[in-house]
């Protein structure tokens, strides 16, 4: 990959070398062009991280940096992370008009070496934006726009915003004021439904570990692992953008709350019910509740329910009509409840309020 790589980027340079070096206007961004305004434009982004703390964030990264070119150049550009299996065949048969990648590990296909041409690196990880060669005037706008903004201080703030060292767990060090690159988000979104911003943290980081293009066998997308139904809900239509994301993720938890708004439940139960419901669904959630009264078990608190759980998997311990959604082992459910909030007493205790 290096080696066709740097001769696309060599050639890149040759385009775009004109324009950055005919007026000094492009250093502090006096000079536009807006060749692309008005268009919609299409990216991928090849890029995997957000697991590992060396890795950062470098999906939010490219979101936010095309979501910053977009809104220079007075175009749209939709954003989403790979699912296909052959990226580079998107990009040549227009369905992507812009591909990132890391040009230290991906590999062009030999039958389209000739046919691209690749922006300047992006940021020391050496990724870049590729176009087909014959949107050379798309690079250009891309280059000269970021010749002059990676010398921003903006830029800089960007970049130790997603590359910075989070720590998850272990707060060794003591305490911290940040948790990930969307922590404004989270302060503002958590307000809306009355919840301490570290508790929604806790579930975004048990959801997706802060990673913007996590995506579920069961289809949920984004930091909540939101499901396109319902998104379509809360006329959501982006749930690889953040705020959308979590706006979606705080509306859906917005009508569990009412669901539980019952004063037989306290406050403590009720977060735990709209946890669990999160993770199962309401109508299991009811199906537990139920197989409690059929057992005589308090229906109001999440512990006691917890009783109840390891009899919805075996066979003839309750009546079938009871569980409406069929069999529920409930394993998975029972240690998302415990770990978000195990991990918010470690938030509480060491990330500032």
Known sequence: MRPIIKTILALSFILIHPVLSSSDEGHNGEKIDFFLEGKELSAMVNINGGIYLSQGHPVGFHFDLLNRFAKHQKCNIKIAPSQEKDHWKSLMDGTTDILVVDAAGDSIPDQYADKVISSLYLNDKEHVWVVKKENYNMLQSMNYWFGYYSHTREFRNMQNKYYRMYRRNTFTNGPVSVLSPYDQIIKQYARSI???????????????????????????????????????????????????????????????????????????????????????????????????????????????????????????????????????KGTETINFVDEILNRYENYKMLVKK
């Open 194 to 328: 009355g919840w301490d911003w570290r508790l929604l943290a806790s579930l975004i980081y048990q959801e997706s570990k802060f990673r913007i293009s996590a995506k579920s066998g069961r289809d949920a997308h984004g930091l909540m692992q939101v499901l396109p139904s319902t998104a379509k809900k809360f006329d959501i239509v982006d749930l690889y953008d953040p705020e959308q994301n979590i706006k979606a993720g705080t509306l859906f938890i917005k009508r569990l709350t009412s669901l539980y708004n019952s004063h037989e439940i306290d406050s403590v139960n009720r977060v735990k019910f709209i946890l669990a419901a999160y993770n199962a669904g309401e109508g299991r959630v009811e199906d537990i509740r139920r197989a409690a009264d059929y057992k005589k078990i308090n229906r109001f608190e999440w512990d006691s329910l917890k009783q109840v759980i390891p009899y919805m998997s075996i066979h003839g311990e309750l009546p079938e009509e009871l569980l409406r959604h069929g069999k529920f």
